[in-house]
């Protein structure tokens, strides 16, 4: 006895729909309340995926890829807004969860700045601080700090 194919429902209100793919038999059916709302009708049709089997996997490859960029773009967005927000708080809180719990590691010196790496107890993320000079400020002899 055939099994019944899967049955995909897709629903539009205000959008497109650009593509639906099932890699097995499937019965799709699209419902656009759009379309409705005017006098349209429900369309349903049966889709067997060996029909267009190789334009499937290139469209599938088109759309991970474009998933990946997508992800990838709003990671970068997050991280620009996480730092933004650490920056301009002053630090003291973790970047990624808001804990107050940093370990601090020792700074190390560079050429015109000081990094800190720093790690997070809470959420166990790490990241560093970088301190740049900015400014000299010029000081009295006896306010000369010894330097040797």
Do not use: H
């Not at 369309?43 to 029909?51: G, L, P, S």
């Amino acid at each position: 006895m055939p099994s019944e194919p899967i049955e995909i429902v897709v629903t539009v209100e205000g959008g497109v729909v650009g593509s639906v793919f099932s890699t097995i038999p499937a019965r799709i059916t699209l419902v656009d309340f759009d379309l409705i709302d005017q006098g349209g009708d429900i369309e349903t049709w049966d889709f067997d995926a060996a029909d267009v089997e190789g334009d499937i996997a290139e469209t599938l490859a088109t759309a991970q890829a474009a998933v990946r960029e997508a992800r990838q773009a709003a990671e970068e967005i997050a991280q620009t807004e996480r730092k933004s927000k650490y920056l301009s708080k002053g630090g003291g809180q973790c970047p990624y969860c808001g804990s107050n719990d940093l370990k601090p590691a020792g700074i190390e010196a560079g050429a015109g700045q000081l990094t800190q790496p720093m790690q997070c107890a809470g959420c166990g993320r790490g990241w560093s601080n970088v301190y740049k000079l900015a400014e000299l400020t010029e000081v009295g002899q006896e306010e000369s700090p010894d330097v040797e």
